[in-house]
């Protein structure tokens, strides 16, 4: 397959699986409304970097292995599934902040190391993600396909996944949207963590195909 042709597919695939509600869109949502737009996309970058995790397993043809491995699907569940339940747990114990206090005090600043380290092991620690590579790549990648051009479907992946997201915060951050998530925060925060906490618990229930 040429490489703009694979380029485009890529993208075409890419794009709707992460404009997808999952738990990278809900925890980038979190981090946005509750910590403001730096840290929503700080946990941008660390998602796609996560998907560097896939991309790289997915060139060596270990993602087929992965997703044909009862055993190994199933630690990745337990980690990932138990961490966006450790996060969804800290979403539900958010409390409320008087409104006036909050307008008038400056943003908390948020570790930028610490944003992006969430937004990385969620993405890393998600156990669909082997299995979505395996069929992605199956479509693109062949055995004589040189390593560069692999290394830039990579980076392209990972382009469209921040860019998304990139998105996502900018609408959510805007002042006008910001302000009236404000008002409600503690109980937004509550809400994507019982999200956070639902999914965690699915993704540890669903039985592997």
Known sequence: MELIQGLLLISSIHLLAAASPGPDFVLVSQQTLSNGKRAGLMCSIGIALGLSIHITYSAFGLATVIANSSNALWAIKILGGGYLIYLGIKGLKAKP?????????????????????????????????????????????????????????????????????????????????????????????????????????????????
């Open 97 to 209: 902040t008087n409104a006036n206090e909050a307008s008038l005090t400056a943003p908390t600043k948020y570790s930028a190391k610490k944003s992006i380290g969430v937004g990385f092991l969620c993405n890393a620690l998600n156990p669909k993600a082997p299995i979505y590579f395996v069929s992605l790549f199956t479509v693109v990648l062949s055995p004589d396909m040189p390593t560069y051009q692999i290394a830039i479907y990579g980076a392209w992946i990972m382009m469209i996944q921040f860019a998304w997201f990139s998105l996502l915060v900018g609408i959510l951050s805007r002042p006008s949207i910001n302000l009236r998530f404000k008002q409600y925060g503690h109980w937004i925060d509550r809400v994507l963590g019982g999200a956070m906490v639902v999914l965690g618990i699915k993704v540890i229930a669903t039985r592997s195909s």
